[in-house]
């Protein structure tokens, strides 16, 4: 995700605020003031919305962690307006470990819920006057900051724990439908059971909560979104990546300038390609650099100063899966596929979209 604040790395993941977060405390402070709140109760309500992310943060950390034991690193934990995303480098699909990986981010809530417990005076608003409730939370303060962040843990752990995929719920009911069904039917079956509850959700949410609203329409894409994924992944899972790689390609020089690289842009069809010398591959050239490199840079700049050199290769007999999880994580949707030390093809994900639409699909 792009413009997002840096936090640092905790346990050898970043973390990070996306920018659209701080509309959220925009729209909090907005709401205070708007009923006649001063500057204080504005803190106090801030003040609670950065608590709250702070668990947030440790529910995804639940997750990754949990993620970890099972060999699976996380790429980033990023904040949203509507909760914490942890970017897992592919998802499990033993069942087993996909449910204890969805099960463990709630988990972490119930835990700062029965800490929480044992500081808050819950009796103190059990069995008290509806006005006088009322009264007493009608705004945050510090009389009643932590039984708000109390309460907010189990809101947490009730909300992620419905069947709506891809929320952790939804994740769980995957997880034990897998077992019985098979993990395409299991996520189709998931996401059509989240999708129903989004559509419940929206409706709702456009008479009472717009932000439920806004969340249903997350979980309805996000549902969809990786419905198509795994259906998808089980079309590439006989294939490796020989039987989708391009096998005409152009392979420029580091010398080559950028003005033989625009040429053949717009003379062909390709948009990346690979640079070699006598010793190999020794970068990348992306189309997606080139508007930036071309105003920096004259045309007559050699492609060896703008050229990619952190880049990935690879093997023809590499699973056609892995490399489709490959492009799908990475910034760089453009790979050279190498056998024996020789530029044998490359790759990118339009060529791998276009193999599930033809070959694949005839096959099936």
């Given at each position: 995700m792009t413009r997002s604040l840096y936090l640092g790395h905790y346990a050898g993941i970043k973390v990070q605020i996306h920018w659209s977060f701080w509309l959220l405390i925009l729209f909090v402070a907005f709401l205070v003031y708007s009923a006649g709140g001063t500057f204080v109760d504005a803190l106090w309500h801030i003040g609670f919305i950065a608590a709250l992310f702070l668990c947030v943060v440790l529910h995804e950390f639940g997750h990754a962690l949990t993620a970890r034991k099972y060999g699976i690193d996380t790429r980033s934990i990023t904040l949203l307006p509507i909760g914490g995303l942890a970017s897992l480098k592919e998802i499990p699909e033993?069942?087993?470990?996909?449910?204890?990986?969805?099960?463990?981010?709630?988990a972490v809530n119930v835990v700062i819920a029965i800490i929480l417990y044992f500081f808050v005076p819950v009796e103190q608003y059990i069995g008290i006057e509806p006005e006088l409730l009322e009264e007493q939370l009608g705004t945050i303060s510090g009389g009643n900051f932590l039984f708000?962040?109390?309460?907010?843990?189990?809101?947490?752990?009730?909300?992620?724990?419905?069947?709506?995929?891809?929320?952790?719920?939804?994740?769980?009911?995957?997880?034990?439908?897998?077992?019985?069904?098979?993990?395409?039917?299991?996520?189709q079956t998931a996401a059509t059971f989240g999708k129903l509850l989004a559509?419940?959700?929206?409706?709702?949410?456009?008479?009472?909560?717009?932000?439920?609203a806004i969340i249903a329409v997350f979980i309805y894409f996000g549902a969809e979104s990786e419905n198509?994924?795994?259906i998808q992944l089980n079309l590439l899972s006989?294939?490796?990546?020989?039987?989708?790689?391009?096998?005409?390609?152009?392979?420029?020089?580091p010398e080559d300038t950028l003005h033989k690289v625009v040429d053949m842009i717009l003379e062909g069809t390709e948009r990346d390609f690979v640079v070699a010398s006598e010793d190999g591959i020794v970068g990348i050239i992306l189309i997606s650099n080139l508007p930036n490199t071309l105003e920096e840079y004259h045309q007559g700049t050699r492609v060896k100063e703008v050229m990619e050199k952190n880049f990935k290769v690879l093997h023809p007999d590499d699973p056609l899966t892995e490399a489709y999880r490959e492009l799908a994580s990475r910034n760089t949707s453009f790979f050279p596929v190498?056998?024996?030390?020789?530029?044998?093809?490359?790759?990118?994900?339009?060529?791998?979209?276009?193999?599930?639409?033809?070959?694949?699909?005839?096959?099936?």
């Open positions: 033993d069942p087993k470990e996909e449910f204890m990986i969805a099960i463990a981010g709630p708000y962040l109390f309460m907010a843990n189990i809101a947490l752990v009730t909300f992620n724990m419905l069947p709506a995929f891809p929320l952790d719920g939804g994740r769980v009911l995957r997880a034990l439908l897998s077992a019985k069904m098979g993990r395409v039917r299991a996520t559509v419940l959700f929206f409706i709702i949410g456009l008479f009472y909560n717009l932000i439920l198509v994924l795994v006989p294939y490796k990546v020989r039987d989708a790689m391009i096998r005409r390609f152009t392979i420029l020089h190498v056998e024996f030390g020789r530029i044998t093809g490359v790759i990118d994900m339009q060529n791998i979209h276009e193999f599930i639409q033809f070959r694949a699909r005839l096959d099936y």
